[in-house]
């Protein structure tokens, strides 16, 4: 008779430990997305223009210069040449400016 009331104690206690942690992850969550959606707001409004890629936030890629593919062979001297999707735009064209971060302003 005994094991059954402590098996009730045990489930209010980690519902309750359950719900604390569940609310302040939820509140870490949404005090950090609207710290960040602030800071990106005084950024464009009192930030100057990037002028690395002209306020847009992104540029043409600089390794596969805007094809992406780049030609690439395992070998030093190769036979073969084989095109491969570019690693740092995935073949996407454009890569985010690194100066402003996307943001495009500074």
Do not use: H
């Not at 223009?49 to 992104?58: D, L, N, Q, V």
């Amino acid at each position: 008779m005994s094991g059954l009331g402590a098996s009730k104690v045990f489930r209010v206690v980690a519902t309750a430990a359950a719900t604390v942690l569940g609310g302040s992850f939820a509140i870490g969550f949404l005090s950090s997305s609207v710290s960040d959606r602030i800071s990106s707001i005084k950024k464009t409004k009192y930030g100057k223009s990037c002028r690395a890629c002209k306020a847009i936030g992104y540029y043409k890629c600089k390794l596969c210069e805007g094809n992406g593919t780049i030609k690439w062979s395992p070998l030093y001297d190769p036979i073969f040449i084989n095109p491969c999707v570019c690693p740092t735009c995935d073949g996407f064209k454009v890569q985010r400016c690194l100066n402003c971060l996307g943001y495009g302003s500074v």
